[in-house]
């Protein structure tokens, strides 16, 4: 079955910055977009960036543009998430997930999570 | 902004049948999916493109999209179903929306 394991999160102060990491094996890499998902302590889910599978079309989440950066390794299977400026807002556990279907109208969705890994900005 | 509107909490006794809404401007028009979250767990997929069911989803999950609703159904609901339930849309083709998510409890 796919795996996703997430990695790289931890505390960080305000205006500080982090870059998560998701190793994905047990499937072909690189033939699917990837997204990140995040959710804060007690909330729902905000979808944050999703990146197709060349790595050249990257979407973000108005509430995360300009800060952060999605990108991929194609050769190393890993999935990332450049994080700058960070905010108190940002605190959340990170998914990585696989996203299909993403050629049909309004089809797209997420097949596949990772557990997740925990971001906290605190000073 | 678009967004999605879901009931905060549903509830239901055991073996009878639970439904859970998410309101959109249109939603109709464009294709829902549903993830399940137990407590502490990741998100699981268990309706997508409206009405279809990935492999392992147990058949009492079915789904449906009309007008501005969509709604997940839950027929005979167990026990193991409580759970947090989102919704998800595309707004455009670049970017995605969830609802705020519907408390599930069986009981």
């Known amino acids: 079955e796919v795996q996703l394991v997430e990695s790289g999160g931890g505390l960080v102060q305000p205006g500080g910055s982090l870059r998560l990491s998701c190793a994905a094996s047990?499937?072909?890499?690189?033939?699917?977009?990837m997204t990140w998902v995040r959710q804060a302590p007690g909330k729902g889910l905000e979808w944050v960036a999703t990146?197709?599978?060349?790595?050249?079309?990257?979407y973000y989440a108005d509430s995360v543009k300009g800060r952060f950066t999605i990108s991929r390794d194609n050769a190393k299977n890993s999935l990332y998430l450049e994080m700058m400026s960070l905010r108190a807002e940002d605190t959340a556990v990170f998914y990585c997930?696989?996203?299909?279907?993403?050629?049909?109208?309004?089809?797209?969705?997420?097949?596949?999570w990772g557990q997740g890994t925990l971001v906290a900005v605190s000073s | 902004s678009y967004g999605l509107t879901q009931p905060p909490s549903v509830s239901v006794p055991p073996g009878q049948t639970a439904n859970i809404t998410c309101s959109g401007d249109?939603?109709?028009?464009?294709?829902a999916c549903w993830y399940q979250q137990r407590p502490g767990q990741s998100p699981v997929l268990v309706i997508f493109?409206?009405?279809k069911r990935p492999s392992g989803i147990p058949e009492r999950f079915s789904g449906s999209n009309s007008g501005n609703t969509a709604t997940l159904t839950i027929s005979g609901a167990q026990a193991l179903d409580e759970a947090d339930y989102y919704c998800?849309?595309?707004?455009?083709?670049?970017?995605?929306?969830f609802g705020g998510g519907t408390k599930l409890t069986v009981l």
């Open positions: 990146i197709n599978q060349g790595g050249n079309e990257k």
């Open positions: 249109k939603l109709g028009d464009r294709f």
């Open positions: 998800q849309a595309w707004v455009s083709s670049t970017a995605v929306v």
């Open positions: 047990r499937f072909t890499f690189s033939a699917n977009w």
């Open positions: 493109q409206d009405n």
């Open positions: 997930a696989r996203l299909l279907d993403v050629y049909v109208a309004s089809g797209g969705y997420f097949d596949f």
